[in-house]
């Protein structure tokens, strides 16, 4: 079985500073994938950032990075000089090879960026 | 950049109807999915689909549902008789394979509204 924590409900930054979102996680599959979502107010999905199990680097995509941890499973997204349109929740997810390639969500953390 | 699509973007429905929500997956793409989100909670995984069979469900998945792939490609969610605790955001996604690279790609997102 895999499962995510965040445990942080709700944060708050200010416009430019950088953030930092945590995950742990949890999961008895040799080979598994990390993933990074932001959800606006509208509700879509929208895929921001992946880590694999076997990456030996952090994964970066423009202001978002991944401090993977492998030992500690934490997987915690950096946003780096935060912006009043990063305003939304976020949810750390992973997915694996045994599980038919599901994802298994974090709680989400909702991020509130003060301008 | 090819998307998922989903359709229609709201739904509302009365208790005891039948929906069926549908998806464009991206067209290269071979698993598919279906998430359940119930307004401020976690997204719940419901079904996954390959090769014209579902390949894994959750408990969430009871005989009121089903998917089908009808004609190659849509990928459609139907509730045979719906219930107020049905109303949630639907979720369809598709990845290319089970990768720990593929990354699972969401659609928008079908609102259902059960009164």
């Known amino acids: 079985a895999q499962k995510i924590t965040q445990t942080q409900p709700g944060m708050f930054v200010q416009e430019k500073e950088a953030v930092t979102l945590d995950c742990t996680y949890d999961?008895?599959?040799?080979?598994?994938?990390l993933f990074w979502y932001k959800q606006p107010s509208s509700g879509e999905m929208i895929f921001l950032i992946y880590?694999?199990?076997?990456?030996?680097q952090n994964a970066t995509e423009g202001r978002y990075s991944l401090n993977f941890q492998k030992a500690r499973k934490s997987a915690n997204l950096v946003i780096s000089a935060s912006q009043l349109g990063d305003s939304a929740m976020y949810f750390c997810a992973m997915s694996g090879y045994t599980n038919a390639g599901k994802s298994t969500f974090g709680d989400g953390t909702t991020l509130t960026v003060k301008p | 950049e090819p998307e998922v699509t989903q359709t229609p973007s709201h739904q509302v429905t009365q208790m005891g109807q039948e929906v069926i929500l549908r998806c464009v997956p991206i067209s290269n793409h071979l698993y598919f999915y279906w998430y359940r989100q119930i307004l401020g909670q976690k997204v719940e995984f419901l079904v996954s689909?390959?090769?014209?069979?579902?390949?894994?469900k959750s408990e969430i998945f009871d005989d009121q549902f089903s998917v089908e792939r009808p004609d190659g490609s849509n990928f459609t969610l139907k509730i045979r008789s719906t219930k107020l605790e049905d109303s949630a955001m639907y979720f369809c996604?598709?990845?290319?394979?089970?990768?720990?690279?593929?990354?699972?790609?969401f659609g928008p997102g079908t609102r259902l509204t059960v009164l």
């Open positions: 880590q694999g199990s076997y990456d030996q």
């Open positions: 999961t008895s599959d040799p080979s598994y994938g």
């Open positions: 996604a598709s990845r290319t394979g089970l990768a720990i690279t593929d990354t699972q790609y």
């Open positions: 689909f390959y090769n014209n069979e579902i390949s894994e």
